[in-house]
Protein backbone atom coordinates (compact mmCIF):
# COMPACT_ATOMS: atom_id res chain seq x y z
CA UNK A 1 0.00 0.00 0.00
CA UNK A 2 1.43 3.52 -0.93
CA UNK A 3 1.88 6.05 2.11
CA UNK A 4 -1.41 7.99 2.00
CA UNK A 5 0.03 11.19 2.58
CA UNK A 6 2.00 11.01 -0.46
CA UNK A 7 -1.27 11.91 -2.19
CA UNK A 8 -2.22 15.08 -0.06
CA UNK A 9 -2.16 18.07 -2.48
CA UNK A 10 -2.09 21.87 -1.82
CA UNK A 11 -5.64 21.93 -2.22
CA UNK A 12 -6.45 19.72 0.92
CA UNK A 13 -4.42 21.47 3.06
CA UNK A 14 -6.27 24.19 5.65
CA UNK A 15 -5.02 27.35 5.49
CA UNK A 16 -2.27 27.36 7.83
CA UNK A 17 -0.97 24.18 6.38
CA UNK A 18 -1.07 26.21 3.17
CA UNK A 19 0.93 29.19 4.21
CA UNK A 20 3.96 26.35 5.45
CA UNK A 21 3.67 24.70 2.11
CA UNK A 22 4.15 27.61 0.18
CA UNK A 23 7.27 28.99 2.65
CA UNK A 24 8.56 24.90 2.85
CA UNK A 25 7.14 22.69 0.32
CA UNK A 26 4.54 19.85 -0.08
CA UNK A 27 7.09 17.56 0.81
CA UNK A 28 7.71 19.10 4.16
CA UNK A 29 4.23 19.52 5.16
CA UNK A 30 3.58 16.11 3.98
CA UNK A 31 6.28 14.61 6.90
CA UNK A 32 4.86 16.94 9.25
CA UNK A 33 1.48 15.22 8.71
CA UNK A 34 3.32 11.96 8.48
CA UNK A 35 4.91 12.68 12.07
CA UNK A 36 3.74 15.13 14.11
CA UNK A 37 -0.19 14.87 13.07
CA UNK A 38 -2.19 16.13 15.83
CA UNK A 39 0.12 18.26 17.89
CA UNK A 40 -0.02 21.73 18.27
CA UNK A 41 2.99 23.89 17.61
CA UNK A 42 4.31 27.30 18.45
CA UNK A 43 6.84 29.18 16.39
CA UNK A 44 8.46 31.90 18.40
CA UNK A 45 9.53 34.96 17.29
CA UNK A 46 13.41 35.07 16.88
CA UNK A 47 13.74 37.19 20.61
CA UNK A 48 12.37 34.10 22.52
CA UNK A 49 15.92 32.12 21.19
CA UNK A 50 18.14 34.01 23.76
CA UNK A 51 20.86 30.88 23.14
CA UNK A 52 21.14 32.35 19.36
CA UNK A 53 21.08 35.86 19.87
CA UNK A 54 23.72 35.09 22.67
CA UNK A 55 26.18 33.64 19.88
CA UNK A 56 25.24 35.64 17.54
CA UNK A 57 26.02 38.64 19.17
CA UNK A 58 29.58 37.20 20.30
CA UNK A 59 30.41 36.03 16.96
CA UNK A 60 29.71 39.44 15.68
CA UNK A 61 31.26 41.84 17.91
CA UNK A 62 33.06 43.98 15.90
CA UNK A 63 29.54 45.13 15.06
CA UNK A 64 27.51 47.99 16.78
CA UNK A 65 24.48 47.94 18.89
CA UNK A 66 22.36 49.36 16.15
CA UNK A 67 23.60 46.79 13.45
CA UNK A 68 23.12 43.85 15.20
CA UNK A 69 19.39 44.82 16.29
CA UNK A 70 18.52 45.50 12.76
CA UNK A 71 20.10 42.56 11.74
CA UNK A 72 18.18 40.58 14.33
CA UNK A 73 15.03 42.85 13.59
CA UNK A 74 15.27 43.82 17.42
CA UNK A 75 15.47 46.26 19.74
CA UNK A 76 18.98 47.61 21.07
CA UNK A 77 17.32 48.09 24.22
CA UNK A 78 16.40 44.09 24.12
CA UNK A 79 20.03 43.31 22.81
CA UNK A 80 21.85 45.60 25.64
CA UNK A 81 19.90 43.43 28.23
CA UNK A 82 20.84 40.23 26.85
CA UNK A 83 24.45 41.43 27.07
CA UNK A 84 24.20 42.41 30.14
CA UNK A 85 22.44 39.05 31.54
CA UNK A 86 25.28 37.03 29.80
CA UNK A 87 27.91 39.43 30.62
CA UNK A 88 28.98 40.13 26.64
CA UNK A 89 30.60 43.02 26.71
Not at 52 to 70: C, G
Amino acid sequence: MNDIYSIIDEEDLTPDLKMLSETCGLEVVQNILRNFGGLNFYIPKISRLDTFIERYIRENNTKTLKQLAKELNLSERYLRLLKMKYRIY
